[in-house]
């Protein structure tokens, strides 16, 4: 098991991305503690993990909460091994002017300035343990993206953060990266495609922008995510690792 044992504090775990990077960590011998901001996602979707895992309710841009959070699961392992800040949020659709200062701050908040919060908060444990912290970004935060120019404003900054964090705790051997999906089947983006005009126009693009030719679930990401979590990855750190399909390569169109 190539975490087992190890202690991870996973924020934006009930659905996802993150609900598959828990059971993949579940699944290689982690104890997860997953927060979300739901009253009940969080907690109910750990009890199917397992009685050893936890799960409750934790705004990741309020820092009293995150604080809290990572607190309780301390006290419950002892420990923390890693930190995998997954929550964030997408809206608004539209361009830079258009975008309110409630809708910027809200993406900055929940997408960014979490990472803030948790690191302050988990540092002194991760040197302990010498562990890691784990970013889920997004390729349009190194390519750009049409009518999301906040979002992508999120997810660039975290890239960069990403890679002073991994300079600034090298040395005490902590390790920081991220992983960037591009296009990912979530329940999110199944809504968003089925509210379209033509969804299954909308799929065939999806899976057309992935050389690889389809756009995959959330477990390709979590594997990633296991791998960066992992001693295998032992010396790894600032590095943005594209789990994309090679959409970064250039769009795939059919002849």
Same mark, same amino acid.
């Given at each position: 098991?190539?975490?087992? #044992? ?56 309020? #820092? ?5 959070? =990572? ?17 964030? =949020? ?10 309110? #200062? ?27 343990? *010498?562990?890691? =912290? ?20 999120? *997810? +660039? ?15 005490? +051997? ?12 979530? !329940? ?10 033509? !969804? ?37 750190? +600032? ?17």
């Amino acid at each position: 098991m190539l975490l087992k #044992d190890k202690v991870i504090f996973l924020t934006g775990g009930s659905t996802g991305i993150g609900w598959e990077c828990a059971k993949a960590y579940a699944a290689e011998g982690a104890l997860v503690t997953i927060v979300a901001r739901g009253k009940e996602g969080a907690a109910s979707v750990a009890s199917e993990l397992g009685s050893e895992h936890l799960g409750f309710p934790c705004d990741v841009s309020i #820092d009293a909460e995150v604080q809290a959070a =990572i607190e309780r699961t301390l006290a419950h392992f002892g420990r923390l091994d890693a930190v995998h800040n997954n929550a964030g =949020i997408g809206s608004p659709v539209k361009a830079l002017h258009e975008t309110s #200062d409630e809708e910027w701050d809200a993406l900055f908040d929940i997408n960014l300035k979490s990472m803030l919060y948790t690191t302050r908060h988990a540092f002194a444990a991760l040197r302990e343990s *010498k562990g890691c =912290i784990l970013n889920t970004s997004s390729l349009v935060g190194v390519i750009g993206q049409e009518t999301h120019a906040a979002y992508t404003a999120t *997810k +660039g900054g975290m890239n960069t953060l990403t890679k002073s964090m991994a300079l600034d705790y090298a040395k005490y +051997g902590i390790r920081v990266n991220a992983v960037c999906p591009a296009g990912t089947w979530t !329940p999110m983006l199944r809504k968003w495609c089925a509210e379209q005009a033509n !969804p299954a126009s909308v799929e065939r693009y999806l899976d057309e922008i992935h050389p690889m030719g389809y756009c995959p679930e959330g477990d390709v990401i979590a594997d990633a995510c296991v791998y960066l979590l992992s001693d295998k990855a032992r010396f790894v750190t +600032g590095h943005i690792m594209h789990v994309s399909g090679g959409a970064e390569l250039g769009y795939r169109r059919p002849f």
